[in-house]
């Protein structure tokens, strides 16, 4: 692929979302909806392939000078995201499209731009154009919250945009004052320049707290299970796959461009991942509705993920990448089959559910295979990902490895428990003879008679079992993807590829 191609996968989208606001056509809409996600995930395989003997590409955007122009970057790690968020996005849009969420008026061209935001992000190699990107990726998520999930989603509406824009701002302040701290927002230029400047070290830091606070880090992660499950099941997923983890993987391009992995606090990093996989984990137990379980299961994975930040050695890394991989597709599986019994019996609380084992044997088959490797069990990618992860813990031989050590199988054991309490809530049990869907206003659900006709279809059941069978080929292919991590981790040690291909 030619590096003047990059910004395409930007501009594409944005574009085509401007078509459809101006002429509105059905047929054109859905067929945009996969296009553009299926043509990213092509994108990125072809990246992915070339990377094996150009490590890197970029292109100055404009034909401006090296170090000046906005460069487009892509190298290994950021081809990795595109295909995973690129596949997550085209199960997420089935989904819409099965539940007929897409027919709501400007949820496609609302897509179409975060995705266009997400590539950029992913790609952008300058820290200013970052921000802007996240910006695109962030507005269209306002207007989707208010136009999908309950009526509740008017006041998560207004936590998620004061959190955002509150974000945002100590985003934008931290950037500007690297500028003002270093000369430049190009993270070729930015590598290793807070070292001997502290003023560009706290710039930094601010930095690296607004993607802390947008990839819902302990203790600035209570916005997301208080705004997330609010919205419906796709666009949950959606935002699971790309607004959280776009945050994480901000955070290792940053944290290894400007301080090399030696952050002044670093110790106080590593509490913070420490407490972010136990609150994650053992927050689950108190919630009795399916997707709010899972909320709190995405900010425990954001503890394992950054787990390869705070060890920085190449297999902590590696295996934190993993982790996202699986975690991206894994948790996108079980949002969309939880939204699929949402669909179908009216309500994801464990009290009004019962015995769809028997009833919807399929979906529970999927369901088992996705916690699987949630929690870390064989045969799912989260098995690798979990001994990965140990590994690098155990090998870093430091009282910081010694903690995640500890913290991944004490997550693992809550995350396990909690886990079978959802499983026991919804799957297990007498068969159920009457069921009360959720209301979107207040008053209490009444019971309906269940017929033999109320069950999953394989329409709403198909997205969420392609991105388990997804997990499972990882499985299978672990040896591979990994390979694919270590040299997005020896990318992130060694930046002499990347500051060549931007700078010249």
């Avoid at 302040?173 to 690297?178: P, Y």
Wanted: hydrophobic fraction near 55%; charged fraction near 10%.
């Amino acid at each position: 692929m030619r590096a003047d191609l990059l910004p395409l996968l930007m501009g594409g989208p944005l574009l085509l979302a401007g078509l459809l606001v101006m002429w509105p056509r059905r047929l054109l809409e859905r067929v945009l909806l996969v296009l553009v996600p299926a043509a990213s995930l092509v994108a990125g395989v072809t990246l992915l392939l070339q990377h094996r003997s150009e490590p890197v590409i970029a292109h100055q955007v404009g034909g401006y000078i090296p170090g000046i122009a906005i460069p487009f970057v892509s190298d290994t790690l950021s081809a990795l995201m595109i295909v995973v968020t690129a596949a997550a996005s085209l199960a997420c849009v089935w989904f819409l499209m099965v539940t007929g969420e897409d027919r709501i008026r400007f949820v496609p061209p609302l897509i179409l731009v975060m995705l266009g935001g997400v590539n950029g992000a992913l790609l952008t190699g300058d820290l200013f154009n970052f921000f802007v990107m996240v910006e695109v990726m962030v507005l269209p998520s306002y207007a989707l919250i208010a136009v999908t999930g309950t009526w509740r989603r008017l006041g998560v509406g207004r936590t998620f945009v004061v959190v955002n824009l509150l974000t945002s701002s100590v985003l934008v302040t931290g950037v500007g004052l690297v500028y003002a701290t270093t000369g430049s927002v190009n993270l070729a230029v930015l590598v290793g320049a807070v070292h001997d400047n502290p003023s560009a070290a706290i710039a930094g830091a601010m930095v690296i707290l607004a993607l802390a606070v947008k990839g819902a880090m302990v203790p600035v992660h209570g916005w997301l299970p208080a705004t997330y499950p609010g919205t419906s099941a796709g666009i949950m997923a959606l935002f699971s796959a790309l607004h959280t983890k776009v945050a994480v993987y901000a955070i290792y391009r940053v944290y290894s461009t400007l301080f090399e992995g030696q952050a002044p606090w670093a110790l106080v990093l590593a509490l913070l991942v420490a407490l972010t996989i136990v609150v994650g984990s053992y927050a689950t137990f108190g919630e009795h509705i399916m997707r709010r379980a899972l909320a709190w299961q995405m900010i425990a994975g954001v503890g394992h993920i950054l787990i390869g930040v705070v060890l920085f050695t190449q297999l902590a890394l590696s295996a934190g990448l993993f982790y996202m991989l699986h975690h991206i597709v894994t948790m996108g599986a079980l949002l969309l089959l939880a939204g699929a019994i949402e669909q179908v019996y009216g309500s994801g609380r464990y009290a009004r559910l019962s015995g769809l084992m028997q009833r919807d044997r399929a979906t529970a088959i999927f369901v088992v295979f996705a916690l699987f490797s949630l929690v870390g069990l064989p045969p799912s990618a989260g098995f690798f990902g979990k001994v990965g992860l140990i590994q690098a813990s155990a090998g870093a031989q430091t009282w910081e490895g010694w903690l995640m050590l500890t913290l991944v199988l004490v997550g693992a054991i809550a995350s396990i428990i909690a886990m079978q309490r959802l499983w026991a809530g919804v799957f297990w049990g007498p068969p159920m003879e009457t069921y009360r869907p959720d209301r979107d206003g207040p008053g209490r659900a009444r019971s309906v008679p269940l017929t033999s006709d109320v069950r999953v279809t394989r329409q709403l059941l198909a997205p969420g079992a392609a991105l388990v069978v997804l997990q499972l080929a990882m499985f299978v292919f672990a040896g591979p993807l990994m390979s694919m991590t270590r040299r997005a981790a020896e990318g992130l040690l060694d930046p002499a590829a990347y500051i060549q291909a931007v700078l010249g």
